[in-house]
């Protein structure tokens, strides 16, 4: 029995890991869990996994549901810091990280700490500090395992294989419900086109990042940590059937593809039960309704997004960090209705032109670059 410690436990992520432990209550179990502001759906989990803590992350716990998860014998914690200190007990197997934003990045460092293997589909943890925490992970020899579908794709389809065969990461990207509309009309997009994602069902936050590009640029970062390639050899493809999930060519010239159903079931069930694959009941994919797979190439000059990704991880140090948190801000400001669809790249390259860049990456300078941003456009938007 695999023990979890559930951080994000009713985000889209969250609730599908959840689904995985109820088809398998035999090989893994909740112990610790997480929400952000979702009490009633995190008393529901306490309710019926009973695990020995559980913690409401975006705000404070009112008396009355204190009495409640007290009568069913857990303990509520609140606060951000209590994430850290959630994924620091010592008494679980695997960290699960759906934690959305920068507030995940604590957490994994947490675990990591405790010698704790990670399943990480909090992207802003490698975007903002992925020299921090692959060091630190190689030094207490933790596996992080990836729970998004592209990385979890190239993961796939690297088992067997020398790493150091690989010529090139193809990361796959459906390019998003604007892929045909003119840039020009990008000033026109409203929240709720933007949220109409055409394959996948996302929080808003990562749709919105999908819509702009920006969620691959996020993605290139993230590989670039977890598989130690140069830059160069990562590349993007607008794929928008979303089937094959991502590939790699390697150096003889054979191409790997990893493919299958928009499920983020998938990934997470194999990032939870590796290094076994457990037979499940899950929709297969029937071929003769995807006879026709296209491809083509980012309109960089269009989305604008993905070419600030790549330019802030050539610029390293803490220039991604603050490329992460000028994103979210902008993009809660757009969610919020206070800026345009295509204000949202245009904040994030000012903050990066704006900031001052730390070589140094620790926890303090990636913190200190992360609160700079977010003050920085803030301000702007105000």
């Known amino acids: 029995m695999k023990k979890l410690c559930l951080l994000g436990a009713t985000g889209s992520i969250g609730k599908s890991c959840v689904d995985i432990v109820n088809r398998f209550p035999e090989k893994f179990s909740i112990r610790y869990v997480s929400a952000h502001r979702n009490i009633e759906d995190l008393f529901a989990l306490a309710q019926q996994f009973r695990p020995e803590i559980a913690v409401l992350s975006g705000t404070t716990v009112e008396a009355a549901w204190q009495t409640k998860f007290k009568r069913i014998g857990v303990k509520i914690e609140s606060g951000v810091e209590a994430l850290a200190e959630l994924a620091g007990q010592s008494d679980y197997d695997l960290l699960v990280n759906a934690v959305v934003g920068a507030a995940g990045l604590q957490p994994t460092l947490s675990a990591i700490g405790q010698n704790k293997n990670v399943a990480i589909a909090n992207k802003e943890t490698l975007v903002t500090a992925g ?59 409203t ?42 050899d990562i590349s993007v493809l607008i794929h928008p059937q979303s089937i094959i999930h991502s590939m790699i060519e390697f150096r003889d010239g054979s191409i790997k593809a990893q493919l299958g159903l928009p499920d983020m079931r998938v990934p997470i069930q194999y990032a ?56 979210e801000e902008a993009v809660y400001a757009f969610l919020g209705k206070k800026i345009r669809f295509d204000q949202i790249p245009a904040f994030v390259e000012d903050a990066l032109e704006k900031h001052s860049n730390h070589r140094d990456v620790t926890y303090e300078s990636v913190l200190h670059a992360d609160r700079w941003a977010r003050r920085y456009v803030g301000e702007k938007i105000i």
């Not at 998004?148 to 998003?176: F, K, M, N, Y």
């Not at 989305?303 to 960090?321: D, I, M, Q, V």
């Open 272 to 327: 939870l039960s590796y290094p076994e694959r457990i037979a499940n009941d899950l929709p297969r994919m029937d071929f003769m309704q995807f006879s026709e797979l296209t491809f083509m190439a980012p309109q960089t000059d269009k989305f604008k997004a993905l070419n600030l990704a790549y330019h802030s991880l050539r610029e390293a140090g803490t220039a991604p960090a603050v490329l992460n948190a000028a994103n």
């Open 191 to 232: 929240v709720e086109q933007a949220l109409r994602h055409p394959n996948w069902a996302m929080g808003q936050k990562i749709t919105i990042d999908s819509a702009t590009l920006m969620n691959k640029g996020l993605e290139v970062i993230e590989a670039f940590w977890l598989f130690d390639v140069d830059l160069e």
């Open 131 to 189: 020299d921090l925490v692959t060091r630190l992970s190689r030094q207490k020899n933790v596996q992080l395992f990836p729970i998004d579908s592209e990385h979890s794709a190239l993961w796939q389809c690297l088992v067997g294989e020398d790493p150091c065969s690989i010529e090139r990461l193809i990361l796959t990207a459906s390019g998003g419900p604007f892929r045909e509309l003119p840039a020009s009309e990008f000033k026109n997009v």
